[in-house]
Nanobody
Framework: QVQLVESGGGLVQAGGSLRLSCAAS????????MGWFRQAPGKEREFVAAISWSGGSTNYADSVKGRFTISRDNAKNTVYLQMNTLKPEDTAVYYC???????????????????WGQGTQVTVSS
């Protein structure tokens, strides 16, 4: 069974930065794409960023392009989300997700992810 544990959330002022981490265990981490999604109160869970199994390809939601960076360290079984120039509308619970199929390129579709973390709260004050 795959386990994903997120960390790094918190309260930050608008314009600030946070780095989220997601530690994975339970299968060969380096063979699967990873993604980050978020869910604000009263809204659907939405795609934020994804990275291919090798780290060679990334994919971002338009709302975070140029501000967020996804990366992975396969030696540490960890994926990161560096968030800069944060805005109040980035406030949400952020979820890490592990791809359903091996050697994925990093999809923006929730259905392509088989495992999810418990989420970490990010709150951006204005």
């Amino acid at each position: 069974q795959v386990q994903l544990v997120e960390s790094g959330g918190g309260l930050v002022q608008a314009g600030g930065s946070l780095r989220l981490s997601c530690a994975a265990s339970g299968r060969i981490f380096s063979s699967y794409a990873m993604g980050w999604f978020r869910q604000a109160p009263g809204k659907e869970r939405e795609f934020v960023a994804a990275i291919s199994w090798s780290g060679g390809s990334t994919n971002y939601a338009d709302s975070v392009k140029g501000r967020f960076t996804i990366s992975r360290d396969n030696a540490k079984n960890t994926v990161y989300l560096q968030m800069n120039t944060l805005k109040p509308e980035d406030t949400a619970v952020y979820y890490c997700a592990a791809g359903r199929r091996a050697y994925g390129l990093g999809s923006n579709a929730r259905s392509e992810y088989a495992y999810w973390g418990q989420g970490t709260q990010v709150t951006v004050s204005s």
